[in-house]
């Protein structure tokens, strides 16, 4: 059974971090891109950034380059979000999903969320 669970949302300070983590089960991991995904209240799904092992990439939004990193530890089958330097505007619900496609362009599998939210 294909699971991404993702974890370690909560409430943030602007300018605090916080680091997601999308753990895997049930595919091979390396096998296929991971994409994070977030969507605010009121408006629609938006790409994050999308890291492909087989090439060794990562693209981010240019709203988050400088600020987010995506890493990946095979042997723990996870990916993680580095998310620094936080917006209010970066407050959505997280999405990591897995993509046969190594720019994400379209989705195979999702995990179920989890809320960030930025605020003083």
Do not use: H
């Amino acid at each position: 059974q294909v699971q991404l669970v993702e974890s370690g949302g909560g409430l943030v300070q602007p300018g605090g971090s916080l680091r997601l983590s999308c753990t895997t089960s049930g595919f091979t991991l390396d096998a296929y891109a991971i994409g994070w995904f977030r969507q605010a209240p009121g408006k629609e799904r938006e790409g994050v950034a999308c890291n492909s092992f087989t090439y060794g990439t990562t693209f981010y939004a240019d709203s988050v380059t400088g600020r987010f990193t995506v890493s990946r530890d095979s042997a723990k089958n996870t990916v993680y979000l580095e998310m620094n330097s936080l917006k209010p505007e970066d407050t959505a619900v997280y999405y990591c999903a897995a993509s046969k496609n190594t720019r994400c362009l379209y989705q195979n599998y999702w995990g179920q969320g989890t809320q960030v939210t930025v605020s003083s």
